[in-house]
């Protein structure tokens, strides 16, 4: 077996509780080893200890046969690791080629020849991300290429990459996994944290299974499935809930909730339209750039339309014009982002503090004094609600996992107590047993007669939520179907011809 990493017994401790108890795994020379497990398991704290971000409690890591301290990042890149991590670590304000070559600068640069340097690197990667842009002004998935990119570009042996496809699109998924294999063919071993089963199941030679920071197994990929996988990861049978049954009914239209006619926003949205009614799950399908995310952040006050010619927005009957979420929020309306880490929480404030600070932003007014019990109280029911996972209600947010971390991003707007919610994404970058949970609250929320919007650019999801699913090209919703119309071919068909 030729191996060139080893991790023998390797265990980490945050406090009293374990992360990982003994941990084996070994990846080989020039192989693709997929990583799964539920939020929780302890994929990502295994692979920051490969890539030298955490320190291990006890056990040994081997590379190439000798045993190594990795006790920063810079420690693992100089041994040939790099790690492309699942929310980017890139800095905000420096340019793309800036972060390219951040900490491989010469003495004397060139600004001009920097630029051509990148451009021709994220050419021969076919990511279309110019090297002037600001990283600020990147989407996510614009954001994951340059953070794929910088990887490639340190010509690392080991390259990890946590959860690399969330954000883009299929297209760019077959570049990237293109990618993925041509570094396979270098020598260069890859490991792969996916919550895309299927994936995983499509890119990898191996596949290892963690559940609650122990090791389930190892086994070649060619031996596994879908079945085998969720059972190993959950320790049950999920396959009937996610994504196993097509729709035998649809909840019929409430009263119409809110509209928008005739919206722009800049180049992103023209002329789109739709109507989103009470007691529905309303889906909404479409390629990044769609315009699809937009529109809905002009309808929650997160962006403006076009002040000119902008078209409308109604809340039932009424003209509205949000230029911040706090109306919009006072009116009933939450919007719960696709990018968690960012706009979705305070990163070093306890669960409690975030929730109801949220409830707080409901009443538009500070309160000058704050019981603890009330805010203890307010936590202790949506923790529970949501069954959010934590050693704590104090605990930090930032140190809960990624699906835990989704569910406080959902209490805070449900403690507002909105009759309009709209997903963004709900369940990128969250395991098979916190997605299941998610699709719980979603279907709860619209039987008790609220109008919820899911935005979702993965298609099994949405035909799984939607009792109507509109389809959204090029800035504008084209097509709609029913939840029982609805089927992959015709809603793929509308959102690329």
């Known amino acids: 077996m030729n191996a060139i990493l080893e991790l023998r017994r390797v265990t980490k401790v945050y406090g009293r509780a374990p992360a990982l108890e003994n941990i084996d795994f070994t990846l080989l020379r020039g192989e693709i080893h997929a990583l799964l497990g539920e939020n929780g398991a302890g994929k990502s704290t295994l692979t920051k200890i490969i890539a030298g971000v955490v320190p291990s409690t006890s056990g040994v890591v081997l590379l190439e046969g000798r045993e190594v301290q990795l006790k920063t990042p810079s420690e693992a890149l100089n041994l040939g690791i790099a790690m492309v991590f699942q929310e980017t670590s890139l800095v905000q304000s420096m340019t793309v080629a800036q972060n390219l070559f951040l900490g491989r600068e010469k003495f004397f640069?060139?600004?001009?020849?920097?630029?051509?340097?990148?451009?021709?690197?994220?050419?021969?990667?076919?990511?279309?991300?110019?090297?002037?842009?600001?990283?600020?002004?990147?989407?996510?998935?614009?954001?994951?290429?340059?953070?794929?990119?910088?990887?490639?570009?340190?010509?690392?042996?080991?390259?990890?990459?946590?959860?690399?496809?969330?954000?883009?699109?299929?297209?760019?998924?077959?570049?990237?996994?293109?990618?993925?294999?041509?570094?396979?063919?270098?020598?260069?071993?890859?490991?792969?944290?996916?919550?895309?089963?299927?994936?995983?199941?499509?890119?990898s030679d191996r596949i290892t299974v963690l559940r609650d920071g122990k090791h389930v197994l190892t086994d070649l990929t060619r031996n596994m499935d879908r079945h085998k996988i969720i059972q190993a990861m959950v320790g049950r049978d999920l396959s009937t809930e996610l994504y196993g049954a097509r729709k035998q009914s649809v909840r019929p239209a409430g009263p119409l909730v809110a509209s928008v006619q005739n919206l722009r926003v800049g180049n992103m949205v023209k002329n789109n339209s739709l109507s989103v009614f009470a007691g529905q799950i309303t889906g909404i399908f479409g390629l990044v750039g769609s315009g699809r995310t937009e529109t809905l952040k002009v309808v929650s006050g997160v962006i403006k339309r076009n002040y000119k010619h902008g078209g409308k927005v109604l809340l039932g009957e009424r003209p509205v014009r949000y230029r911040v979420p706090a109306p919009a929020i006072r009116d009933g309306i939450a919007y719960i982002t696709e990018d968690r880490k960012a706009e979705g929480f305070f990163e070093t404030m306890s669960i409690n503090n975030n929730i109801f600070v949220s409830k707080l932003a409901k009443a538009g007014m500070a309160k000058f004094w704050l019981r603890k019990r009330e805010i203890d109280a307010v936590g202790a029911k949506w923790i529970k609600y949501l069954n959010i996972r934590a050693v704590s209600?104090?605990?930090?947010?930032?140190?809960?996992?990624?699906?835990?971390?989704?569910?406080?991003?959902?209490?805070?707007?449900?403690?507002?107590?909105?009759?309009?919610?709209?997903?963004?994404?709900?369940?990128?970058?969250?395991?098979?047993?916190?997605?299941?949970?998610?699709?719980?609250?979603?279907?709860?929320?619209?039987?008790?007669?609220?109008?919820?919007?899911?935005?979702?650019?993965?298609?099994?999801?949405?035909?799984?939520?939607?009792?109507?699913?509109?389809?959204?090209?090029?800035?504008?919703?084209?097509e709609e179907f029913s939840g029982l119309e609805a089927n992959e071919e015709r809603v793929m068909y509308a959102a690329v011809h």
Do not use: C, W
């Not at 600001?134 to 690392?156: H, T």
């Not at 959860?163 to 993925?180: C, G």
């Not at 919610?421 to 949970?437: K, L, M, N, S």
């Not at 609220?450 to 949405?462: C, D, F, G, R, W």
């Open 393 to 478: 209600r104090n605990m930090r947010v930032i140190e809960l996992s990624g699906g835990n971390q989704q569910k406080v991003v959902i209490a805070k707007s449900l403690v507002q107590d909105p009759d309009l919610i709209i997903f963004d994404e709900p369940t990128r970058g969250v395991d098979v047993g916190a997605i299941a949970e998610i699709h719980q609250i979603i279907n709860r929320l619209a039987d008790e007669g609220k109008a919820v919007v899911v935005i979702s650019s993965y298609l099994p999801e949405v035909l799984l939520l939607s009792d109507r699913l509109l389809v959204a090209r090029q800035g504008r919703i084209v």
């Open 109 to 203: 640069n060139r600004v001009r020849g920097i630029n051509i340097a990148a451009q021709q690197f994220m050419q021969s990667l076919s990511f279309a991300v110019a090297p002037t842009a600001m990283v600020a002004s990147l989407g996510a998935a614009q954001k994951q290429m340059v953070e794929i990119a910088r990887a490639v570009l340190l010509k690392a042996r080991i390259i990890v990459f946590d959860e690399p496809t969330a954000t883009l699109t299929p297209e760019e998924k077959r570049h990237f996994f293109h990618l993925v294999h041509t570094l396979k063919e270098r020598g260069v071993s890859v490991i792969f944290i996916s919550h895309a089963l299927e994936e995983a199941l499509a890119i």
